[in-house]
Structure formats: structure tokens, C-alpha cells
């Protein structure tokens, strides 16, 4: 999402926000660490730099985002992936700037480790605390905020938060994880 | 929130340190229609936009600043801290350092507006609210008072009571998507100041229950911004109606010349805002300034049990005072904390 306005079209054919039978994704049951490093390694071999427009890598991998109508109910993001480079990604009208920032990068999870690139179709809602929501989390803070840059951007900014959130374009609360995750607070004070 | 009864004497000594503060307010326009509006009262929409909008534009204000402040490459500029909220309104609040940080924070806070806005109104499926801000100082302790609260009970430390904060908020009723409105004292600090935003005024408005119900000028920035694509058709309406309505030009030093005689006249509560230790110059203030203080001081003896610093086994000041119950506090004049007020 770039840092100026939802640019995305109205759309007519929204992504269903429940999971149903077969489009219903299951846990690679991979570990946080694994993913984490994925989420980094694809997003650097995307060409991803900290802070860039994610509308537009979404529309690079052949995806389109949509954001629900406002009069009906919605959830905060669902993804509908019909094939290789065939998907939708919906926001809700409601959210703010960065909590849709976050909700890309974790329906992109959905499509890089649940539906594996398009092999296979999946229709899915953020809601819920599960398996596959805890691996697309997973995935879009290892994709937004890379463990490598991070720790190097952490470094050069002095553990400011504040400029930190500003340099990935994610929230302080996500970056307070990020520097727990990392045990990065802990550096610092010892130094 | 529960206010502080017992304080330190260093907490005293910050509370009777003179401050300038300057107070952002932004506040969602049309929010009862939009909450009303809503065929699915059940999934409450509104809910969710204004828990994101909360959570959402603190991070924005003080992301913002970051990206000011390294841009700018300013130095010791902090983040203005989230102060409370007020039904639909959040408002935050920070010391000014320097005259010159005013023009700073209104920059940054004109941003943030711009971009809430731009993200909620003007996407493809924009809601039917927007925003308008509003901005104002309050000088501290004298004329207004900040009043400690118990800790962890709020992000700020401070609960602020005082005629400049009524006046404040009384703006908002004035405010726009288009403008944001600020006091005729703030509008003095940046007209004096040089800042780059174009102030405007159009009207005087008499504010409830304040200032003895005097109109008091309305003066604003303009937010429209003429280089977002996105927003043109707006622009274009905005600027032809100006040329209409307001075609008469005038300078800022004409206004500045204004608020400063409108203060003048007004007197108390308003003054010509100074800041205390300005690293750019002092600014002028009343000779009174320091029996003001004083007065102050006596009256937060009063009202606050004020208790010796407690320190700690590690040497560092404690806020806890178990020994406080049996302690009194002193009551001769000779004994009253001294802060040094500069007289001119």
C-alpha cells in the first residue's frame, strides 16, 4: 500500500471471506524461524526494499487488491487464490494505512506458503487464532521487517522506534516485537 | 484517572518550570451519520474504523516526525505525546524547545491530517467521514495548570486545566477538512517566526463561555494540498472560491500585527507566547511573570501534600513516598522552591 491512498478499483467480485471444504488452506507446519527466514529471502529476491509500495508487488506477481464496500461486513483482509498468478487480495474499508500494510504481506504468506504460489487454490479471511494465521504472521514480519536489515537499520538508528516504524512502514507495535524477537533491546543495553 | 494527592519536590520544581506547550487536536467529522448510516449495525463498522483510527494515527504523528526531524535534521524534537481522547477527538500535546519547533509540528500535523484523509476519504471505497485538526498553546504554570497523574494510569503524565485549554477546544467548532484552526497566539509565534505555512483569515467567532463571549479571530492553515492528483477537483473548487470570497490579500506582518494588538487588548488569560531557556532568544513576557509563579506555587502547596525526593538504594529518585504520612509541609515563604524567572 502506497503511502498516499487505496488506488484500488472497485470490485465486483470479491474475494468469498470464509473458508470453505477443499479452499480452506492447512499449516506447513514449518517453525517460526523457517519462515521467518523464507518471508526475508522472498521478499529480497522480489526485489522488496523496507518501506516500498506493496500495491505495486502485488500487481508485479499477476495479484490485485480490493477493498470491501464499507455498508457490509467484512473481515480485516481475505485472500482468493485461483491460480499461479491469479489472486485477490481484500482489505477492509476500516483499517488504517499500516494495518493494511501488514495485512498484504500476511495474505502474500497465504499465497507463498499455503496455496505454493498458486499450485494450489485456497479462500481464506484473517480471523482467528490458528496454525495458518500464526504462519502468515509469521511470514509478513519476516517479509516487511527482515531480520538482516532490521538488525542493521537498529543499529543505525539507534533503537529509536519511532524512525524505525518510519523506515519500514509498519507500527511501533510491531517493531517493539520485532526488537524482542530479535533480542535486540538486550544488545543495546549492554553496550 | 486519578490524579496525583502527593508529589516530590522535584515534581513540584517541573510543575512551576515554565513551559510552552502546544496542543494538536484531530477530530473525525461526521461520525454520528456514519455510524447511523450503517445497514449492518451488527458487524459495527464503526467499531472498527475507530479502534484503527485511534491505534493508528499516534503511530502516524509520530512516524511522521521521525521522517521530519531526519529530513530537516533537527535536533532534540520530540515526539508529541497522545494526551486524551475526547469522544471522536485525540489530542496530543509537547513542550516547545524553541519559537521556531511550532512551525515544525503544525508541518508535521498538517501531514498526518493529509494523510488520514487521504487514506479513508478518497480511495475506492471511501467512508463518509473525514477530519479537521486544531491547534493551540497553553503557557504553564501560570494561567493554566498541568496536573500530575498517578502512574500507568494514562501515556501522558500531565491531565491540563486552564482558560487557553478551553479556548482550544472551543476552536475545534470552527475547524475543517480545510482548515485547521489555530489560536491567535499560535498564529503570533509563527508570524513572528517566518514559518512557511500561509496563514488565513476570514472571520471572528464569539466562543462560548470563554474570553467574556469576545469574538476572538479565526485563523487557519489551509490543508488542501494542491499537488495530490487525487484531490485536484477539490483544489480547484477551493482556490476559485477564494478569489470570490476573500480576493483582498494581505500580509503576514499585517496579521501578526493584528494578533499581537488582539492580545494585547484580550490581556489575561491571553499573553505573547515565550518560551523559557529558548535556545533561538527569549521572547518578551510580563515583569510580573515571576511573583505569577510564586502565587502558583503557594496555591500547589495547597492544593498537593509535597513531600522531600526519596532516594533510592541505587541513588535514583523514587516516586514512592512511604515516609510521607507523618511528613508536613513547610510553610514558610523563605523555604518556597526558587525557579529563576528572567525579568525584562
Not at chain 1, 464499507?70 to 474499508?93: A, K, M, N, Y
Not at chain 1, 538508528?157 to 509498519?170: E, P, S, Y
Not at chain 2, 473525525?28 to 451519520?33: D, H, N, P, R
Not at chain 2, 504553564?140 to 501515556?155: H, M, S, T, W
Amino acid at each position: 500500500m502506497s503511502a498516499s491512498i487505496r488506488k484500488v478499483t472497485r470490485g465486483s467480485h470479491l474475494a468469498s471471506p470464509v473458508s470453505k471444504g477443499d479452499l480452506a488452506p492447512k499449516a506447513t507446519g514449518c517453525s517460526r524461524d523457517y519462515i521467518d527466514h523464507l518471508a526475508g529471502d522472498i521478499s529480497k529476491k522480489l526485489g522488496y526494499k523496507p518501506g516500498d509500495d506493496l500495491e505495486i508487488l502485488v500487481k508485479a506477481l499477476g495479484g490485485e487488491i480490493k477493498v470491501h464496500p464499507w455498508q457490509e461486513p467484512c473481515h480485516d483482509g481475505s485472500i482468493e487464490v485461483r491460480g499461479f498468478g491469479d489472486f485477490t487480495i481484500c482489505l477492509s474499508p476500516f483499517t488504517s494505512e499500516l494495518r493494511d500494510r501488514f495485512t498484504i504481506a500476511h495474505e502474500l504468506g497465504h499465497y507463498f506458503l499455503h496455496s505454493l504460489v498458486g499450485s494450489k487454490k485456497i479462500n481464506i479471511a484473517r480471523e482467528g487464532s490458528n496454525p495458518v494465521e500464526w504462519e502468515a504472521n509469521w511470514f509478513a514480519t519476516g517479509f516487511l521487517v527482515p531480520s538482516s536489515s532490521f538488525k542493521k537499520a537498529f543499529d543505525e538508528c539507534g533503537g529509536d522506534i519511532w524512525q524505525l516504524a518510519a523506515r519500514f512502514k509498519v507500527s511501533s507495535q510491531t517493531i517493539q516485537l520485532r526488537i524482542k524477537e530479535l533480542n535486540l533491546g538486550l544488545q543495546t543495553s549492554h553496550h | 484517572m486519578a490524579f496525583k494527592q502527593v508529589i516530590t519536590e522535584s515534581e513540584l520544581g517541573d510543575l512551576l518550570r515554565p513551559k510552552l506547550r502546544l496542543f494538536l487536536s484531530v477530530d473525525v467529522v461526521g461520525s454520528t451519520a456514519f455510524k447511523h448510516q450503517s445497514q449492518y449495525t451488527d458487524s459495527q463498522g464503526w467499531l472498527d474504523f475507530f479502534v484503527s483510527f485511534y491505534t493508528s494515527f499516534p503511530d502516524i504523528l509520530a512516524e511522521l516526525t521521525a521522517d521530519y526531524v531526519k529530513e530537516k535534521n533537527l535536533n532534540s524534537f520530540e515526539v508529541p505525546t497522545f494526551w486524551k481522547a475526547l469522544g471522536d477527538e485525540l489530542v496530543f500535546a509537547v513542550v516547545l524547545k524553541r519559537r521556531v519547533d511550532a512551525g515544525h509540528y503544525l508541518c508535521v500535523f498538517r501531514q498526518a491530517l493529509r494523510r488520514v484523509v487521504r487514506h479513508y476519504t478518497m480511495g475506492s471505497q471511501p467512508l463518509p467521514i473525514n477530519f479537521k485538526g486544531a491547534a493551540w498553546l497553553a503557557g504553564f504554570p501560570v494561567g493554566n495548570a498541568a496536573i500530575p497523574i498517578l502512574d500507568g494510569e494514562q501515556k501522558s503524565d500531565y491531565d491540563y486545566v486552564g482558560p487557553l485549554i478551553d479556548v482550544g477546544f472551543r476552536l475545534g467548532k470552527y475547524a475543517s477538512p480545510r482548515k485547521l484552526v489555530v489560536s491567535v497566539d499560535l498564529a503570533a509565534l509563527l508570524l513572528k517566526e517566518g514559518s512557511n505555512l500561509s496563514l488565513c483569515f476570514t472571520e471572528k467567532q464569539s466562543l462560548k463561555g470563554v474570553l467574556k463571549d469576545r469574538e476572538y479571530p479565526i485563523i487557519w492553515v489551509d490543508c488542501i494540498d494542491d499537488d495530490d492528483q487525487n484531490n485536484e477537483p477539490a483544489a480547484r473548487r477551493c482556490r476559485a472560491e477564494d478569489d470570490l470570497l476573500h480576493s483582498k490579500q494581505y500580509q503576514p506582518n499585517q496579521l501578526l500585527k493584528y494578533c499581537l494588538a488582539y492580545i494585547e487588548e484580550i490581556g489575561k488569560p491571553l499573553r505573547v507566547p515565550f518560551i523559557e531557556n529558548d535556545e533561538q532568544a527569549p521572547l518578551v513576557r510580563s515583569t510580573a511573570f515571576e511573583d505569577e509563579v510564586a502565587e502558583v506555587e503557594q496555591r500547589l502547596r495547597k492544593i498537593f501534600q509535597v513531600g522531600p525526593d526519596v532516594v533510592t538504594s541505587s541513588g535514583t529518585n523514587s516516586e514512592t513516598l512511604p515516609s510521607l504520612e507523618k511528613w508536613k509541609p513547610p510553610t514558610s515563604k523563605k523555604k518556597r522552591l526558587k525557579v529563576k524567572v528572567k525579568k525584562q
